[in-house]
């Protein structure tokens, strides 16, 4: 690979993706092809960690401004504002509340950065207001939302992207690209991990701080009182919020194995596991298997270890392809390593001009670079009207799988599933985890 400035990604980053199949998907754009110099306007909601991050990285992308910065956090919105002043000329506008963004006509996308029991409302809120959307992991709650907000970004004619930087990787889409062409043979299963070292949690009930708007924090999800200790990170540990560790970090190393093996949707799921390392206040498991079988005699095998750090062939997450004539390695980032049927590399891929950075991020982390591709990939699709490489039913279909691991896992059951659209087949003791139950007034609504 040469090394690419920012513009090179954006004119660049609208290759076909390997396995990306929108039969008949149409594409709005904001612009006309190609006009340079037209500004993208971005509000961005929910900014005390990774979107404050987003916010400084679409700042720093060509003919992109960001014009508001949303959260329920006065902290958060303070220092974002500080961190995006200084990297564009124009200073953001601070809403707590991203509806009132929205408002805006000059607003081009929203990017949603909240805690999951938010993603989809919200996103089928801007999808309503007229914006395109760059969506966080994981795409929703509840299976039913991913649904809804599909069928959002159809009737409103809108882009929505789920942040799943590796759709965007150009090593990732070169690897896909030698399993479909058979080198490993068939490629019949993927075994997809994460590891971690998390500590216990504790909740304890406190008035809500005066910096925070508690209520619009729980949004759409049934009031509960204020915990210290829930927010701003502990909340993925609620079902009531998250969605465990299987849809926080799981999501991205199930969605390759998907994309790597072709397949859509499964027949059977099933999940094992508990919360074995803390008797503390975690509901969702920090030890967890999930096994996803397809109709097309193919597994998908992920575990997830929270609380033990001890890495999977000598990194924290991954994926190995197994094939009838050889197995591939991707052990994270951008890079990754075939071997032959007897267990010789046949083919190492490194990307080290991702590795080194450009001019414009040298040094910065594959993680980063990834990022900026998969920003730059969606920018590029208001712009032209190409499909984004994560569009929102891609990323609904690799949410869903580990969607019924969990709910496999609450109800102690194996699912049988149609495999033409991922429900859940004779199981009526599984609906109440299809979808969820909503503080009146804040049902999503397409």
Known sequence: MTTMNRRDFIKNSGLTIAGLSLSGLTMPTVFAQNSPGKKIVIAVMGVNGRGNYLSTLF?????????????????????TITDVSSLQTRKPTAEKDFRKALEDKSVDALVIAAPDHWHAPAAIIGCAAGKHIYV?????????EGELLIQAARKYNRIVQMGSQRRSAPGVQQMITDIRSGIIGNAFMAKAWYTNARGPMSLKNAAVPSWLNYDLWQGPAPRKPYQSGLIHYNWHWRWHWGTGEALNNGTHEVDVARWGLGVEFPSRVTSAGGRYCYKDDW???????????????????????????????????????????GTIAYLGENSYIVYDKAGKVAKTFKDEAV?????????????????????????????????????????????????LGNISWRTKQTLEIDSKDGHILNNPDTQQYWKREYEKGWEPVV
């Open 59 to 79: 700042a720093k992308m060509p003919d992109c401004e960001i014009a508001y910065i949303c959260d329920v956090d006065e902290h958060a919105i303070n220092k």
């Open 136 to 144: 966080e992991k994981p795409l929703s709650h509840n299976p039913n």
């Open 283 to 325: 509901e969702t498991p920090d030890t967890q298997t999930i096994s996803i079988e397809f109709p097309e005699n193919k597994l998908i095998a992920w575990e997830g270890r929270s609380c033990n750090a001890f890495r999977n062939n000598g990194t924290e997450r991954g994926v190995i392809f197994y094939g009838d004539q």
């Open 355 to 403: 590795a080194k950075g450009t001019a414009n991020s040298p040094g910065i982390g594959v993680d980063d670079k990834l990022t900026e591709l998969h920003v730059a990939d969606f920018l590029n699709s208001i712009r032209t009207g190409s499909a984004p490489s994560a569009e929102c039913e891609i990323g609904h279909r690799s949410t869903l799988l580990v969607q």
